[in-house]
């Protein structure tokens, strides 16, 4: 079956732009998870979306930083007024369960690199 | 602090010759463990877990994992390295009362024909 999407691939802002990120994750998972890869800082937790509970939003680097996720699929992640040390890729992953389950599988998309000049 | 730290952001190997990547973990309590891979320009790409069931875990494309709890170590193995291995690869933890995933630094792997 399909796998985590992840759109767009590339993405070049200007400074003080706004961007949004989007993400579909395998259908029936009822997990969500955005992370930050960058050269500086590695792979770093944003948030995780668990059915309808309240995300856990802890790491979230600014509140520039924001994400939604409409109908227990679709996810999307907003920066406002872009900086230049928000350049990086932007990885989505789904799990079947979440909630608890530490052991589920995380299924990561494909990534979006985006590019702040 | 509940941590995961890799051993060496680069190892480089021959080709036929032994992978070994180190995986050390930082907590009271054991974590689930998970060793990902990633080609260039992919995303990440699940090699094998410990979920507490087995100490030994065999993954995909011949790799395996020992967890030993007196070490905090989960070293990821394979016993001859191809051409194809050559990527990067990531160990990661989820700790106890959380659902996210903790990384390592990577380690980038080199294959040496």
């Known amino acids: 079956g399909a796998g985590v999407s992840q759109s767009p691939s590339n993405k070049v802002t200007e400074k003080g732009k706004d961007v949004e990120l989007r993400c579909d994750p395998i259908?029936?998972?009822?997990?969500l998870y955005w992370y930050r890869q960058s050269l500086g800082q590695g792979l770093e937790f944003l948030i995780y979306?668990?059915?309808?509970?309240?995300?856990?939003k802890s790491g979230l680097p600014s509140d520039r930083f924001s994400a939604e996720r409409t109908g227990g699929s679709v996810s999307t992640l907003t920066i406002q007024r872009t900086q230049q040390e928000d350049s990086a890729v932007y990885l989505c992953?789904?799990?079947?369960?979440?909630?608890?389950?530490?052991?589920?599988?995380?299924?990561f998309g494909p990534g979006t690199r985006l590019t702040v000049l | 602090a509940q941590s995961v730290t890799q051993l060496g952001s680069h190892v480089s190997v021959s080709e036929g010759a032994l992978v070994l990547l180190r995986c050390n973990y930082s907590?009271?309590?054991?974590?689930?463990l998970f060793w990902y891979v990633q080609y260039p320009n992919q995303g990440l790409q699940l090699l094998l877990k410990?979920?507490?069931?087995?100490?030994l875990v065999k993954g995909i494309n011949g790799f395996e994992a020992e967890f030993k709890k007196s070490e905090t170590s989960f070293h990821l193995t394979k016993p001859s390295a191809h051409m194809s291995d050559a990527a990067e690869y990531f160990c990661?933890?989820?700790?106890?009362?959380?659902?996210?995933?903790?990384f390592g630094q990577g380690t980038r792997l080199t294959i040496n024909p």
């Open positions: 990661a933890a989820t700790f106890q009362g959380a659902q996210k995933l903790v």
């Open positions: 979306f668990q059915g309808n509970s309240a995300p856990d």
């Open positions: 259908s029936g998972h009822t997990a």
């Open positions: 907590s009271s309590v054991p974590p689930y």
């Open positions: 992953a789904s799990s079947l369960l979440g909630g608890g389950a530490r052991a589920d599988t995380q299924y």
């Open positions: 410990y979920t507490s069931a087995a100490t």
